[in-house]
T-cell receptor, first 116, second 113 residues
Framework: GAVVSQHPSWVICKSGTSVKIECRSL??????MFWYRQFPKQSLMLMAT?????????EQGVEKDKFLINHASLTLSTLTVTSAHPEDSSFYIC????????????FGDGTRLSIL | AQSVSQHNHHVILSEAASLELGCNYS??????LFWYVQYPGQHLQLLLK??????LVKGIKGFEAEFIKSKFSFNLRKPSVQWSDTAEYFC???????????FGAGTTVTVRA
C-alpha cells in the first residue's frame, strides 16, 4: 500500500503556458501533501505544504502566485505552474502523509517539466 | 532551521564491498531521521527511519543506520552491496511535530559487478 501517483510524468511546453501537475494518493487518504522541486544533481527542496480544504503553506522564496496549489480532496493535490518560463524547468515531486498515521511521507514518481 | 549534510557526492564500489554513507544534521531539538533511496527511474522509497529508542536501526534490503546524538550523525551502512544497490541515497530530517523534511544533497552509489 501507500502508492502515490503523479501525472504527467513528463511535459514539454512553450514559454507562457500554464501547466498543471496532479498528485494522487491511490490507496490511502492524505490530509497533507508536499511539493518539492529537484534540480539536477541537487537535493529536493520543499516548495509548499498542501492541506486538504485549506490554503497551502509556501516556503520562503517560493512565489505563491506562480505555483498555485489546490488540495480539494483527501486524495488529490494539484500544482499549477502559471505562465511558465524556461527557469521553471525542473523535476517536481510530490509526497503524501497518510491521514491518521502520519510519517513517513510516500513519494510520487515525479514530473519532469521542460519549458521551451 | 534544519540542514542536512551528506559527505559523499558519488561513491563507486564493487559488489560484496561494504558501504557507509555519512549524514550529519543541524537541528536544535529532537529529530526524526530518514534514509530514502531512489533507484534509476523510480520514486523515492523509504529505507529506514529513526524516531526514538534503539539508535541502531535496521531497514529494508539489508541496510542499517546508527544515530549518534553526540555527533549529530545518522550514517547508513550495508555490509555487502549488490549491483542492484546502484541508486541515489538521500538522508532527511524533520522535527517531532513538523512533518516538513529537509533533505541532504544525496549520494550517488554505483556498484560495479
Amino acid at each position: 500500500g501507500a502508492v502515490v501517483s503523479q501525472h504527467p510524468s513528463w511535459v514539454i511546453c512553450k514559454s507562457g503556458t500554464s501547466v498543471k501537475i496532479e498528485c494522487r494518493s491511490l490507496d490511502f487518504q492524505a490530509t497533507t501533501m508536499f511539493w518539492y522541486r529537484q534540480f539536477p544533481k541537487q537535493s529536493l527542496m520543499l516548495m509548499a505544504t498542501s492541506n486538504e480544504g485549506s490554503k497551502a503553506t509556501y516556503e520562503q522564496g517560493v512565489e505563491k502566485d506562480k505555483f498555485l496549489i489546490n488540495h480539494a480532496s483527501l486524495t488529490l493535490s494539484t500544482l499549477t505552474v502559471t505562465s511558465a518560463h524556461p527557469e521553471d524547468s525542473s523535476f517536481y515531486i510530490c509526497s503524501a502523509l497518510r491521514t491518521g498515521t502520519g510519517q513517513p511521507q510516500h513519494f510520487g514518481d515525479g514530473t519532469r517539466l521542460s519549458i521551451l | 532551521a534544519q540542514s542536512v549534510s551528506q559527505h559523499n557526492h558519488h561513491v563507486i564500489l564493487s559488489e560484496a564491498a561494504s558501504l557507509e554513507l555519512g549524514c550529519n544534521y543541524s537541528y536544535g531539538g529532537t529529530v526524526n531521521l530518514f534514509w530514502y533511496v531512489q533507484y534509476p527511474g523510480q520514486h523515492l522509497q523509504l529505507l529506514l527511519k529513526y524516531f526514538s529508542g534503539d539508535p541502531l536501526v535496521k531497514g529494508i534490503k539489508g541496510f542499517e543506520a546508527e544515530f549518534i546524538k553526540s555527533k549529530f550523525s545518522f550514517n547508513l551502512r550495508k555490509p555487502s552491496v549488490q549491483w542492484s544497490d546502484t541508486a541515489e541515497y538521500f538522508c532527511a530530517v524533520n522535527g517531532p511535530s513538523d512533518y516538513k523534511l529537509s533533505f541532504g544533497a544525496g549520494t550517488t552509489v554505483t556498484v560495479r559487478a
